[in-house]
Each structure stands twice: as structure tokens, then as C-alpha cells.
């Protein structure tokens, strides 16, 4: 009913749930583009002659049900089989494995998160290297006026909490200032069914950090601002009667998918 | 270049850095990453569900696992209370002839074969009358003469039509069917319909709580619920329901084969050669319809750059074949519409690719992962022998005699197809050895018989097939045969321990085919079968023969039978008296007929059917059994009903050597690993005995008496 509902907005172009959609899209495309990657770069006689070991002896265990003995060689021969097959399997991971990582991370930043909701309140936390620097920290709207607001100072962990209202819709800037030095933090607000690229936090740190965590360039390493994190709705995709977010539908999609192209391919997985 | 430079990556350095990777991914601190897409996500989940079901069964069979060693328990005292044996190993190899057998072990060529007759037994095993397989391994199998287990030939005559159906087994579409559009589709099951009656003696064993291993004994289509598993032998069909029919697909054009395979055309496309391999009619056709469309998988040819083999695809698979080999088995589905298929197995082999290019396709076996006619018992048996050891023939007659009778395949291509078989049964043998500590193990090759109905032309001095060949340049294929049944068997022997019982038996030996004799032909020469006005010969199977005039026909290798009244639907021979009197009259004009031309004595005996057999069955046996001598057999056209001029003609096929002939000629051979205290065995004993050392008493309806035999291990 709703996927004919969705598919119908498709057509008309109205109301159409593009998160959805996108997951959708993105799940097939992955489906497709993984079992290829796996046809290609894994073992496909070996992976097959595995997977007719495990089937061959979970068969045995139960044709040679009275047999103990030949039920026990038939576990053990279970056992190896998987481990066998498991190891098959990964070569084509580790291939796959990064480029996905990185794939995922970045639909997370659309999919994951809806912007801030306008007129309704948000926080914004904001780290230190120094808890002195605490007393003098200061917040500001992207014209530079200083922003009032709740605040709460957590010395033990050099943090400090805002909860601010989202007024205007639209992209914006938080400016964070120390002893002089200022860092800007974008912010997204607003409704629309199109989902925007969101990063919840900047940071200093390493790539790796960076590229899991974060959407924006680096914070100087020599600024005391080390971190500004705004807190960002999570989204939720409604299918089937249930609200899941996006990974859990991609998870669904990819192997439905990947199902399908596997046997259509005569790939062994 | 530096230092760094001229050190290569090393194995471990590789390992380290793969390890690196994975530690980075797996602890990267965000849920969405422990999801690498669906190739890993499938081998994740189907590597816990395979645990998952394991585990359920595990739980299961732990729950249940005190009531049913209780039963097991109980049940196995009370058959194994009197039982001589924990275990039996009955090894068949069909064909295997007692003369040369005791040659070889004579000139030291069979050395655990001698080993056995040294230290238990070997003796000649008297067969079944006519001593063809499958009438000998129903008796073997059911301990009862043929009238109580209706197997009398691979054919039966329908009396009605004077035409021949397999006697083992009818496979028979669903009755109802619903038209939609232009497809007839069935409701209900493929019906097949068993004629070989008697219960085979693992049954018994089976009800009594031994468990039986038995793989490929012939007569065992469709296969039969039992205490055990079983993979059934001779008499299954391939897919297109024959009992064998390859293919040759061949740029060159050339005549009809006269039976057993089809030639199919290959036609040029730009670099691929196309053809296709025939199938079964589709299911979704009325069968009575004789337009019914023929199932083809379709398969391109891509021979190599220097024509030293070729690229052969079929669907989505690809594989190549050099020339003079075959592939492996190739899985393929015969597609009808409505998702309707029918999954087989095939292989090819690139007998010529210059000038012409020329594949033989095997017949298209039922793929024993998938299959769409059950050949095993459980039906799960197959699926698990084709997972664990791959694919493997599933048709009774699996080694393809026709395509070497016709020239298709040579002397080579075909004894590697033969022992390729072989092969496959041999690791099926060993597993059910595994599997079966306790209880019967029985298997049956088929590669002794075929072997030496191919190659009996190399033994014999002046066959018609090698005239004018020098027996220097024979090879010995045949020595090589036994050569590798010894070596079986000592293997096997290594594998068992000295409490298990060894059985070798071998249904019927071998004989010379040198001269086929027409039955039909001397019928009506005779004056016993009448032609149409005109004719002075018939086509296959009658087609030219006058039923009104007409008293005695033949139709197989051994039965002769009258056109009586009442029987036969044109029958004028009236039953009882005159019946009898005709019966006499040509027991009496076939016994000790000599074939001048050939100087033998071309039949040596001729049998009764009613003193033959005894039992329910007798109606449906042939009036009289034709028992040929030395060096001759029914000719190629009597078996087909064929009339031809001649009555004798030389065999001049590859086909050299037969067994159906008079029993006395060709006993078995019958080896064991204890004593036998029997002066004349028969095959028909073998079921009592296997009751009896299992401690179980043979029915009294038996036609065969259990064994004495010495259980000491010597």
C-alpha cells in the first residue's frame, strides 16, 4: 500500500518520500555493484564446493541420524566448512569493505539526520583544551550578535552545553569564540523533504576521526575551541508500518537485492 | 635502488597490513559500518543459519536422543541378538565371469582376489534363467524365482500391441490437466509405477532395526521407503525418459543412429558454432499430442586459436574442453514456460574440430542436487552424495554403449567414461562404508559389464568386430578391468575389519558374441510367423508381420512367445492342448540347432516357462526361454522384432561380448571372506543368507536357501 502510495508520488512528483527513495536506489545500486565485486575477486568453484560441504553434511546428520560417530565427523565437517567458506568470503570483504565504509558514512550525513526543526530549541556543545577558557567562551549567530542562551559549564570534562532557538530556516554559521580566536560551526535549519548533507560535528583530530565524525574542515590544532558538536534529530524512514533509520532499510534492500542479482548472475555467494 | 626498495613485500608484511584493515573497520566506533554490503552479508547470515539449523538439530536430536536409543537399543538387541555379523559387505560387479576371474588369479594377477579364495571362498554362483541383469538382480535382491518378481527382461510385451515397454518401471504424466491458453498444465504428481514385486531382502533388515546402506543395485527405480538409504541403479531413466540417448552435434551431416542417440545440427554464426542439446517433451503440452514440442538447451561452440580445444557455453556457464576430452558435468534446465524446468546434467566431449566440428553430449542424466524424478532413498540421499562428492551419473545404463556401437565415441573415449563412472561409485562405496559400521553395505558396479560387453572382441581369436587383427596388437582391456576390481577389493578389504562379512557376487559372466541368430527370421521361415502379402522381411518391431497367420514371435534377447487366443490381441493359437503341443513341437525344432556356417551349436537349450517358473507372476513370462550357446546371441534385429532374409549374421559391433544366453554357460562368480559350506550357490541364496547371518529367518516363500558358513575369521 504505501510503496504503490510512494510509487504513485514518484510518478506525479509530489510529496515523494526521497529518503526512501534514495535508500532504495542506493540498495540496489549496492546489491548489484557488491555481487559483481564478489564474482569477481572471490573463489567462486571453492566458495561453491564449501557451501556443498556444509549442505552435504548437515544433510548427513540427518540421513545418519543413528550414527553417532558419522554424526559427529558430519559436525566437525559442518564446522570446517564454515570456516572454510568464511575465510572464501574474505578476500571479496576486505575489497569491498573500505570503499563501502566510506559510502555508508557519507549517505549517513543525508540520511541519517534531519535538519533542526525552526522555532524549536537545540543544543550545541563545545569543547576545550583548558577549563579556564570556560569562563570566557562566548556564542554567536552567523552576523556576529551574540546569542543568548541556557548554558551549562561541565568543567570535569572541558565542556560547555548551550540549548538555543532555531529562528530562521536555512544554512548558518555558530561562531565560538576564546581569548580572541573564533571558530564557526555550520548549522542547518528548517523543514523539506530533500535531505541535506549534515555534519553534527567539527573537530581537530585525525583523518580517521574526521572522515567517521565530521563533514567540515579541520579546527587549527593550536585554537582552544577543540570541538563544536550541534545535536541534529535523527531520521527515521517509515515503510511497512515500521520507522526504521535509513542502515536498517539498506541492510534489507541490499540483500534483497543482492539476492536477486546473485541468481540472475549465477554468482556464487 | 635503494635497500627498502630490493626487499619484496613479504607474506607476513602482506598479513600484517590485511590485519591492520580489518582492526581499522572492525573497531571503527559507528553501527552502520559492521555492514560490508550483501557478498559478506550473505556469507555472514547463511554461515549463522547454517549454525542456527545445526544447532536446532543438535537440540532436537539431544531431546530425542534418550527415546531413541532406547528404541535403537532395544530394537538392536533384538536383531542383532542372533546375528552372526555386526556387518556385511556385499560388493556386486555385474558381469564378473568366474573363467576369468580364476585365469587371473591363476597367472597372479588378482592378488587380493586370491587372497579371498585362499582364505574363504570363490566358487561359480549359478544365475537366473534367462541370466540377464535385471532379472538376476531382482532374485538376488528378493530371493525369489522370476514368476514371484515379474522381471523377465529389460522389455516386457504389451499383448495388446505387440509392442515393448520396460519391464522395471512406467513413468506415467498426471492424469488431470487444466487448458490454459496454450499451455495443458498437470494437476498432481508424475506417476511412476514399479513392476518388479518381492520385498528385497534390506527391508526385512530394515523392519528389524539394521540399517542398510545400498547404492546403485539395478531394479531399484522407483526407488522404495526402507530403514536406510539407498541410490537407485539400473533402470532409471535419463531426462528425456529413455534409458539413455546422447546427442551428436555436428557441422557434417550424416544418417539417423539405428538406436540410443540422435545427431543434431551445428550451424556457423560469425567465431561460435550453434546447436543445441535435445530434451524431454515439454509438460505443458497434452502428451497424446504428437506435435508436442521437444524441450533443447541451446550451447555455443568457440574454438581456440589453435584449434586445440574449444570454449563451449551453455546459459551461464562457460567452460572449456580440449579436444578428445570431456567436460566435467555440466548442470543444465530444460525450460517449459510458467517457471516449469527440468534440471540435468551433461557431459561433452570435442570429438573433432577441423575440418568439421563435432560434440557428443551424454545423455542427460536427472541432476542427482535437483532431482525431478526421485533416484534415491531418502530423496535427500542423491542431493547429499552430489554436494559431497559433486555430480555424478544418475542413469541405469550411465556408460554410453551405443555411442561407441555406433562409432561415435572410440575405444579410449568411452573407457574413460566408463571409468569415470567408476570412479564416482567408488567414493559413494567408501562413504556408505563410513556411514554403515553396523549393518549391510551393498553396492553394485556396472563398469564390469559394460566393459566387457565392448571389449570381448580383443579376447577372442576371431571375432567378427577385430577379423584380421593380430592378437599381439589386442589391448588388454579387460585384464585391466579385473586389475582394478582387485584392487577395489583390496582396498575395501583394508577398510573393514575381520569381523565384517565380505561378499563379492556377480549376477551372471560373460560370453563370446560372435553370431546373432534371428529368432523372428527362423520363425517365419519355419512357418510359424507369417508376413504381410509381399513382404519377405519386417521393419522394427513387426511392422510388416501378419498377426492372423501368425503363431510364434520373439521380441527381447531370450523369450519366445505364441500368439494364444484370448492373450495376444490377434492371437490364433488356442490355449491349453494345442498351446502346449506347439510349445513341444518347438522346444523340439530349437534344441541343438547348429550354425553350420559358424560350426557351434547355436542353441543349447530351451525351457518351458511353466517348469521355469513358479509363482503369481508366470502369466506375464514369456511362453519359452531360448537358451543360445557359445559365441551366439539374438541378433540386434531379433530383439527389435525385427524379420530379416538371413537367420544368422555375423556381429560385426563393438557390442562382442553378452551374457544372455544359456544360464549354464554364464554362472557369476561368488567370493566371500569366510567359508561356504555350499557345493552349487546361487544367486537366489543370497537373500536367505543375508537374513540368516543378520539373525533373522528367511520367509518360507523363498526360492533360495540360506548359506552355511563359517564365521571364523581364518
Known sequence: MQTTTTLTAVISGTSVDWPLMITLAASVAVGLGMVVVFGFTSNQKAIKRSKDQIQANLLAVRLFQDQLGAVLRSYVGIITSLGCYLRLSFTPLLIVILPLTVFIIQMDRFLGWTPLPA??????????????????????????????????????????????????????????????RTVAKSIVIGEGSYPRRLSLIRLQGSVWKRLLDSGESPIEVDAAVQSIQVIYPTRKISLFGFRMNWIVWFFVFSMIAGYIFKSLLGIQI | MSRIAQVPISRNAQRLVLLVLLTLVIFMPAYAHAYAGPGAGFAVLSSFWTLFVAFLYSAYALVTWPFRTLLRMFRRRKAFAKALVRRAVILGFDGMDPVLAARYMDEGKLPNLAKLRASGTFSKLRTTNPPISPVAWSTFMTGVNPGKHNI????????????????????????????????????????????????????????????????????????????????????????????????????????????????????????????????????????????????????????????????????KKSFVVKLGEYSEWIPVEFKAGLGVRAHGICRFYLKQINPEVEVYVTPVNIDPAKPDLPISHPITYSVYLAKMFGAFATLGLAEDTWALNEDVLDDDAFLVQCYGNHEARERQLFDALEKTPEGLCTCVFDTTDRVQHMFWRYLEEDHPATRGMAQSEKPLVIEDLYRRVDELVGRVMQKVDSKTLVMVVSDHGFQNFARG????????????????????????????????????????????????????????????????????????????????????????????????????????????????????????????????????????????????????????????????????PAIVDVAPTMLRIFGLEPPAYYDGKAWTIKYEVN
Open chain 2, 152 to 315: 523377465y527382461d529389460f522389455l516386457a510385451c504389451d499383448r495388446r500391441s505387440y509392442l515393448p515397454f520396460l519391464s522395471s518401471a512406467e513413468v506415467k504424466g498426471p492424469k488431470r490437466r487444466i487448458k490454459v491458453g496454450k499451455y495443458s498444465i498437470p494437476l498432481g504428481k508424475t506417476e511412476i509405477k514399479r513392476m518388479r514385486r518381492g520385498t528385497p531382502f534390506w527391508h526385512r533388515l530394515g523392519k528389524a532395526g539394521i540399517f542398510s546402506s545400498i547404492i546403485r543395485v539395478p531394479v531399484t527405480f522407483p526407488p522404495e521407503k526402507f530403514s536406510g538409504v539407498l541410490l537407485s541403479g539400473m533402470c532409471v531413466p535419463d531426462l528425456k525418459g529413455s534409458q539413455g540417448t546422447f546427442c551428436l552435434c555436428s557441422t557434417a551431416t550424416g544418417g539417423a543412429f539405428r538406436e540410443g542417440g540422435t545427431r543434431v545440427p551445428m550451424k556457423r554464426k560469425g567465431a561460435s558454432l550453434q546447436s543445441y542439446i535435445p530434451g524431454p517433451v515439454t509438460p505443458l503440452a497434452e502428451p497424446s499430442k504428437s506435435s508436442a514440442e521437444e524441450l533443447r538447451v541451446r550451447f555455443e561452440v568457440y574454438p581456440t586459436a589453435g584449434l586445440e580445444g574449444a570454449k563451449i557455453v551453455v546459459g
Open chain 1, 119 to 180: 522555532g524549536q530549541s537545540f543544543l550545541v556543545k563545545a569543547r576545550v583544551a583548558n577549563a579556564d577558557a570556560l569562563n570566557e567562551i562566548t556564542l554567536r549567530g552567523s552576523s556576529g550578535e551574540e546569542i543568548s542562551a541556557d548554558v551549562v559549564h561541565m568543567p570535569g570534562s572541558n565542556e560547555v552545553i548551550w540549548r538555543i532557538p532555531a529562528l530562521d530556516s536555512g544554512s548558518q554559521t555558530l561562531k565560538v569564540s576564546v581569548g580572541g
Open chain 2, 517 to 680: 541368430f534371428n529368432l523372428n527370421a527362423w520363425l517365419h521361415q519355419n512357418g510359424y510367423l507369417a508376413l504381410r502379402q509381399g513382404k519377405t522381411e519386417s521393419g522394427d518391431w513387426f511392422e510388416d508381420v501378419d498377426w492372423s497367420r501368425t503363431r510364434a514371435y520373439t521380441m527381447g534377447l531370450n523369450g519366445l512367445f505364441l500368439n494364444v487366443q484370448g492373450r495376444e490381441s490377434q492371437g490364433i493359437v488356442a490355449p491349453g492342448a494345442v498351446a502346449e503341443a506347439l510349445k513341444a513341437e518347438l522346444i523340439a525344432k530349437l534344441s541343438g540347432l547348429e550354425d553350420l556356417a559358424a560350426g557351434r551349436t547355436a542353441i543349447t537349450g530351451v525351457w518351458d516357462s511353466d517348469d521355469a517358473y513358479a509363482g503369481p507372476y508366470t502369466g506375464n513370462a514369456p511362453d519359452l526361454i531360448i537358451g543360445y550357446g557359445d559365441g551366439v546371441r539374438a541378433s540386434w534385429d531379433s530383439v527389435m522384432g525385427k524379420v530379416t532374409s538371413a537367420i544368422f549374421e555375423d556381429n560385426t559391433k563393438a557390442w562382442s561380448g553378452d551374457h544372455c544366453v544359456d544360464p549354464r554357460l554364464v554362472p557369476g562368480v561368488l567370493f566371500c571372506n569366510r567359508k561356504i559350506a555350499e557345493d552349487k
